[in-house]
């Protein structure tokens, strides 16, 4: 019993360990003096690398959930005789919540666990510790051109996300099921606001990059440099990173809708 | 070469996630750039009921604004509603006459503006003197029972 | 003990451990200038971390490691990093970049740490690179060279800056024999030439042997031998003797620590 509560205790301040060193590792890399013309090249490279080919993925679900919140709300609104509100409710459960978080999941999976994997390959090969000695600080060299991506790719992403869902779901809706074109747009025009509900889906889309690609280069920059080390920390990357962003969207949706 | 293609894959990225944006605020929230701007005007009500901020304001059921703030005015024990009216509705004389109402039976509260006859319209502060409350409905069930009780 | 009239690293009392085990305790080590000095010990012994401490990658729990007379451990970030830039290492795997390509790699810390222009550099890029024979490789990518090429590129980015100290990690390790040869010929004669310090830290004892001209043997987080070349090969200590021989057993065991076999064996488990 006394070894159960030792062994809790232990694994806790090991936990909290490697939470500050994370910590350390995000001031370290982010504030550090700019260096645009160094820095520039570096992120677009990796605004290609996280951002653009994760493009289709983001695309192809992003009209498949869109038509499927079309056919359901369809179906469930049909009852009431109110279906011309599908494309209100496609519009804000996508903008308010899918597009941020289901975007944030795949990115999760499609590029973090690839930072992940990377940086922890560097880390094998003896790459970072070369940039050490050369004299580079890895973290600005490696580490922050790869956050800043992030930041700037998953908001970019959530909205294309949202965009394509809701021309999914009118596809569906008008298309298909033949809701009038008119009173769709209009209902989804007269109940989303620009700031309420866009805005704060955007701002959720950056919170979650931010957390996103802090914890998939954390777990690269901090594993064990073995081949079997890598592939844990890949798998912790997407499943911390899908658990922190299901749990942050519930802090931030309390705090931006609920009134609290 | 390889970079310059990288580079306007990056750029047409970038591109299209300001282009998502801006159909979305267009096309999904009817956000309007047109508009000329506004002004404030400000109204008090014995009781707002559930009017709550970013309510619309209407004339004749036309939008023409909506509700930005809404405080307790502590002198009059009143409550203080501030609504932003579009510039292009300039024309509420200052006799108009606003009311709290509802849409449909259980639907959400909205404000909604009558004009008057006067010349004289209302400038950017001025105060909506004509104010009819929120209709709540248990102060109607409580006056109708009154009412049959006292007959 | 001998001295040296010029010593550029002086290590003193140093003490290192990792976990409950001590890499170094309480070590001294002088290198000495311009010279070639060897670093050997069986493998587990730590001496790839001795490059570490040097670099300022590690930090240990005693002593000091003074390089041109400053105390590394003692150095801010900055001064750090000013003085990685005299120093040039060859990873044991190479370690180059892999997704910039050979030239970039040894252009690499001359972008980093100069204001050349793009001509000195390439000028000064394709001087290391035909320095270590790889001139006509410079458009590939890293995972397009063999072991041994990937090796050689790695040294003409090490000694890019035209660094004080070069230090090599097992630069011999997992090479074939004509790629260890050249290896050989290459570090010694790039240290005659560019003058500069070389460490190597290595357990090949016939390449060490033949271009070292100091070496330290390292066994048990101690130096149990120290001298030249001739002096290690004449020493009576049965350490060093299996050492250098290669014998399977003698005071390096051949089992690691355990329990009676026999009693062992006949447990119930």
Not at chain 1, 115 to 134: F, N, P, V, W, Y
Not at chain 3, 84 to 95: I, K, P, T, V
Not at chain 3, 221 to 232: L, M, N, S
Request: aromatic share 8%; hydrophobic share 50%.
């Amino acid at each position: 019993m006394l070894d159960l509560l030792a062994r809790l205790g232990h694994n806790g301040l090991k936990k909290l360990e490697a939470f500050g060193s994370a910590g350390i590792i995000l001031m370290q890399s982010l504030i550090a003096r700019p260096q645009p013309a160094t820095m520039l090249p570096l992120v677009i490279k990796q605004i290609h690398f996280v951002g653009v080919l994760s493009l289709i993925i983001i695309v192809v679900s992003g009209l498949f959930i869109g038509m499927v919140l079309g056919l359901q709300g369809y179906t469930i609104l049909v009852d009431y005789g109110s279906e011309q509100a599908v494309g209100q409710m496609v519009a804000l459960s996508l903008v308010r919540e899918l597009a941020p978080v289901v975007t944030a999941l795949l990115f999760a999976g499609r590029a973090g666990s690839a930072l992940t994997a990377e940086i922890g390959l560097m880390k094998a090969t003896e790459q970072l510790s070369s940039l050490e000695m050369i004299g580079v600080d890895p973290l600005r060299r490696i580490v922050a051109p790869r956050l800043w991506a992030g930041f700037i790719c998953l908001p970019v992403l959530a909205t294309i996300f949202s965009l394509v869902g809701i021309f999914g779901g009118a596809l569906v809706g008008i298309e298909w099921l033949g809701i009038y074109e008119g009173s769709f747009w209009s209902n989804m025009q007269n109940s989303v606001d620009f700031s309420e509900d866009i805005l704060n889906g955007l701002i959720k889309a950056v919170v979650f990059g931010f957390v996103v690609t802090w914890i998939a280069v954390f777990q690269g920059y901090d594993c064990v440099p073995t081949s079997e080390g890598i592939s844990d920390a890949t798998t912790k990357t997407v499943v911390y990173a899908s658990l922190s962003v299901l749990a942050l969207d519930f802090v931030l949706t309390a705090l931006m809708f609920g009134d609290l | 070469m390889r970079i310059r293609v990288l580079e306007i894959g990056v750029g047409a990225f970038l591109l299209m996630g300001l282009v998502a944006l801006l159909m979305l605020a267009v096309n999904v929230s009817g956000l309007n750039f047109e508009s000329k701007g506004t002004y404030r005007v400000y109204a008090r009500f014995e009781n707002i009921g559930g009017l709550t901020e970013r309510s619309k304001v209407t004339m004749s059921g036309v939008l023409i604004g909506q509700v930005t703030d809404i405080r307790l005015d502590s002198d009059a024990l009143q409550a203080l509603v501030e609504m932003e009216i579009s510039k292009d509705v300039d024309f509420l004389s200052i006799d108009s006459s606003v009311s709290i109402l509802t849409a449909g039976l259980l639907g959400e509260k909205y404000i909604g503006v009558v004009a008057g006859a006067e010349e004289e319209f209302l400038q950017d502060g001025d105060f909506f003197e004509d104010t009819q409350s929120a209709l709540v409905l248990e102060d109607l069930i409580g006056k109708f029972l009154f009412n049959e009780v006292s007959e | 003990m001998d001295s040296f009239d010029d010593v550029i690293i002086d290590i003193k009392q140093l003490s290192f451990s990792r976990g409950e085990r001590a890499i170094y305790d309480n070590v001294d080590i002088q290198v000495p200038r311009g010279k070639i000095t060897a670093i050997m010990g069986p493998s587990g012994t730590g001496k790839t971390t001795l490059l570490r401490l040097i670099g300022g990658q590690l930090m240990p729990e005693n002593g000091s490691i003074l390089v041109d007379g400053k105390d590394i451990p003692r150095l801010n970030r900055r001064e750090l990093f000013k003085m990685r830039s005299r120093m040039g290492m060859l990873f044991q795997s190479g370690a180059l970049f892999t997704d910039i390509s050979v030239y970039e790699n040894v252009a690499f810390p001359m972008r980093v740490h100069t204001d050349l222009s793009e001509e000195m550099i390439r000028d000064v890029v394709l001087m290391k690179l035909h320095a270590v024979g790889l001139r006509g490789a410079r458009d590939l990518m890293p995972s397009e060279l063999s072991g041994g090429m990937a090796r050689r590129v790695a040294l003409a980015r090490a000694i890019a800056l035209d660094p004080e100290i070069v230090m090599y990690d097992e630069p011999f390790a997992g090479q074939d024999p004509i790629a260890m040869g050249v290896l050989v010929n290459l570090i010694r004669r790039l240290n005659r030439a560019l003058g500069h310090t070389s460490i190597i830290v290595s357990h090949d004892i016939q390449e060490t042997l033949a271009i070292a001209d100091y070496i330290y043997l390292i066994s048990d987080a101690e130096v149990v031998a120290r001298g030249t070349p001739e002096e290690i090969n004449n020493a009576t200590s049965m350490k060093v003797r299996q050492f250098i021989q290669g014998l399977p057993d003698g005071p390096v065991p051949f089992h690691f620590p355990a329990g009676d076999y026999q009693s062992e064996l006949l447990q119930d488990s």
